[in-house]
């Protein structure tokens, strides 16, 4: 059977990583804390494993990596066995597909998730976080850079697409996602016994 990873690709404040902790709380996941030598944005900030350049080049088994505002970030092939969730970017994600396919490891799957946050709702929401305007700036075209924003291309490329007009109450909207992935499966899951029964 394989490991599945929940992939929560969008664009700077989109509310990833508020979804992911909320997802793996509800349903008792383990979120991936990937590697970067970005400094913490205030001193409980836990959505990254913290390093520095030279713990960052001695890194083993990277399957994804990424450069943002000159910080870098990576995930490992140990880091996605231990773990159901993954906030990435989507250079990331096509990055770890591909990993996976060079590989040859067929043991995991990834279900990308898409983050559809207006603007508005997202720059709001680093300001709030303590983002200077020269770091929402470069977020805001880095995402701009690497098709974060372009909802269409998300929509279209993700297994599940969460809508977040920046309303909803964070628990409301992972109880939707639950249940359409529970429904999505069972879907599949009766597709598959028809063809068996057609044989």
């Keep these: 059977m394989k490991h599945i990873v929940y992939c ?3 664009a700077s404040g989109s509310g990833k990583t508020t979804f992911a902790d909320e997802l ?16 913490k944005r205030h001193e409980n900030d836990t959505d990254h494993t913290y390093i520095n350049n030279l713990e960052y080049y001695k890194l083993k088994g990277i399957m994804a990596s990424n450069v943002i505002n000159g910080y870098l970030y990576a995930c490992t092939a140990s880091q996605l066995l231990e773990n159901d969730i993954y906030v990435v970017d989507w250079i990331g994600y096509h990055e770890l597909c591909d990993s996976l396919e ?7 799957e990834l279900r990308p998730v898409y983050m559809c946050t207006p603007t508005l709702v997202r720059v709001w929401r680093m300001f709030k976080r303590g983002d200077s305007i020269i770091n929402v700036l470069k977020r805001l075209k880095s995402d701009h850079d690497s098709c974060l ?6 929509i279209m490329h993700t297994f599940i697409t969460v809508m977040d ?14 249940e359409r992935v529970e429904l999505k499966e069972r879907l599949a899951l009766l597709t598959k016994l028809k063809k068996k029964a057609h044989r």
């Design 8 to 10: 929560i690709i969008g």
């Design 24 to 39: 793996a709380k509800k349903k008792g996941l383990k979120v991936l804390k990937s590697y970067t030598t970005r400094p």
């Design 102 to 108: 060079a590989k040859r490891i067929e043991n995991i």
């Design 149 to 154: 924003d372009d909802d269409d291309y998300g």
């Design 165 to 178: 007009d920046g309303w909803k109450d964070v628990s409301e909207k992972v109880d939707e996602f639950i």
